[in-house]
């Protein structure tokens, strides 16, 4: 490793002394297709702003632009009949092709006096509420978020802020378990390593951002197209390879080691591969740390694309990742663990996709996808080293889905889909005897069974555009789950209006329903009774274009949530907020009710800029309040009520070399449940105060990060190196207290410190 990095850096030096003032190009490459039925646009004009260079879009919808000089562009989608967009945030490097994608709207303002814009914030009426669309650039970029796609969103005002240690999606008061994962169309249940059993979190991203092409946030309002989540979709997609060189790319960051390799397959299409591994256990063993706490975890993800002909294409996705962490009961009283142990944990994800264009207004999409997770964990407690949970769990599905889009004329058109998954949970599990949060015994619990279970869903989505500027979808989702013998009907409706060209106001309202993790229902055979939660959504919302690069959105919400299931033995507290309660831990319950109840409501707005020039930023404010009603009928604060929360992001490129960016946050602090002082003393463990659930508040959150980007053009290959330091003033955040058993006493973990770090990146 070490002489690896030497030579890297060797040849840096010699390439800049050797070839300061030759001029390198690269390619740009790309498909320009109809947003709704991803039919490619023949004769699309692409042009590369501030400079002479285009190309024409073919018959199959691809151009090619060759000859451009290194550096950042934004590239210009024109056709008639279609909005204009542009996409910023085009790096060019020296012989590479960098692939840029665009699915264009069809115009729909006819009006006299039409305000010319260059399209840089795309349009989608049919999903137009709550959705953040970012570019590969753009997530690449962020500073604070060291290649994590979780930490990313962090920037945006839907989601809470609760812990640096973690990357849970918050979303608009819900709970990490609300969030669903989508990568290539098929269902990942988590993207990140160590995750939280049966919820959306974890302390590590596992997605290579280096193979993203975009990204898509839905904040709620959602189509019917998606189920079984109640707050929010994420929708990635991986990019192509190279489909005419071999490219690589050595990468070096905090997220680990590894790779990139990409290339084409016999002309008709092409592969790309992600292999990476942490490094931080090689790091206490070469310096002799000694007892310290070193995880590991490496990943292998990739894509392989080929066309069968010129309207079908097959995709095959592959991810899968290992984790592991061993804490022996002497680190963890170092680290101020409350337990420690065996953590062994084998995650896979994929499939294969199947897109058909049967013609010009008719388009499918058909996925086989297949995941399992296996948890081998073995944990105790630190104080006592009793044992506390042996989850020996394997959870599987394999899931096919289709999905179609219908356009019948410019005025209407029709989405409809089927899905069957089929589910298969083996459960050997032991949930030692330990004193709850209120101070009450509870008997130790085994679970030794195994479940095969089925779901299926379909959906339609009707969408009309009556007269100009107005669009309006309605739909229907339906689920059925085996486990339960529950069968849900959920409606959903948007409804927009494109007043001109500045000017789009919005509403949508619908009902989610969500099956509650297997890994609670399993726990008693009283829980196949229990009904599925849902929530109803109502969201209005305005984007005004300040100017043709620059957009100010409002939106306010409210979310009534129904059916949650609750605890009577734990009438106060909520169950689905259990993992934050009992550090990423689900323990064993007796038989739950369907009692609970919860209700978020906030405004958000936001200013964005996209890079046109020299300067990009997004600045948000958020306001919003979340409670839940438990098993004893009483409104309390949800732990993840921040109440405010303004943001600021941005960043300064004054060439194609070096680029200067910052995130700052400033956030309401979150509820929490104070401990019974003296019955903690007394039975030298932590007892929360049950009259005082939710009441208190931890200070203030806030944080800076800023990042520092280098880019080196070489003949043949290319490096990006950046320096990001987080918290970069060294704010003491509060992340939780807590009760140290050693001393007795209530203690404090902060959050992160001042973290520097590095990062390099590759290309040959």
Known sequence: MKHLIQILLLQVVFAVMLFPQQQ???TVEGTALDLETQSPLVGAN?????TTLGAISDVNGKFSIKQIPVGNYSLQFRMIGYSTITKTDIIVRSQRSTAVSAELIEQTLETEQVVVTAGYFQKNDVQPVSITSLSAEEIRRAPGSGGDISRVMMSLPSLAKVNDQSNSLIVRGGSPLEN????DGIEIPNINHFPTQGASGGPIGMINVDLIDEVNFYA??????????????LDLKFREGNRNNFDGQFDLNIMGFGGVAEGPIGGKGSYLLSARRSYLDYVVKMFNIGTSVAPEYGDIQGKIVYDLSSKHKLSIVALSGDDHNNPTRNAAEENDMLYYGNQDIYQNAGGIVWRALWNQHFVSTTTLGYQSSRFREDLFETNTGTALLRNHSTEASATARNSNHLRFSDAHALEFGVEVKYMYSGYDNMFGAYTDALGDSTSAFNINKTMNESKFGGFINYIVRPFTGLTGTIGLRTDYFSYNDRFNAAPRATLSYQFNELTLVKIASGMYYQNMPMSILSQNAGNKNLRDPYAIHYIFGLDQLLSEDTKLSMEV?????????????DPTLFLVDEIFYRNGLYFAHSALSNNGKALSRGFEITLQKKLAQDFYGLASVTVFRTKYKGEDDTWRNRVFDNRFIVSTEGGYKPNAEWEFSARWIIAGGTPYTPFDLT?????????FDGSRINTARYPVYHSMNVRFDKRFHFTSSNL???????????????????????????????QWNLLPVFGMEYEL
């Open 24 to 26: 390198l190009t690269g």
């Open 679 to 687: 019955q903690s003393a007394q039975l030298k463990r932590p007892v």
């Open 180 to 183: 669903a994962f989508y990568l």
């Open 220 to 233: 709620g309002g959602f189509s019917p197209a998606y189920g079984d989540k109640l707050s929010s979709i």
């Open 46 to 50: 692409v042009i590369v702003m501030n």
């Open 557 to 569: 919400y409210q979310k009534e949530y129904y059916d949650f299931p609750v605890d009577p033995s």
């Open 720 to 750: 990006v190196l950046y320096l990001s330091a987080w918290n970069v003033y060294n704010q003491k955040n509060v992340a939780t207290y807590f009760w140290n058993e050693r001393k007795n006493k209530q203690d404090t973990i902060y």
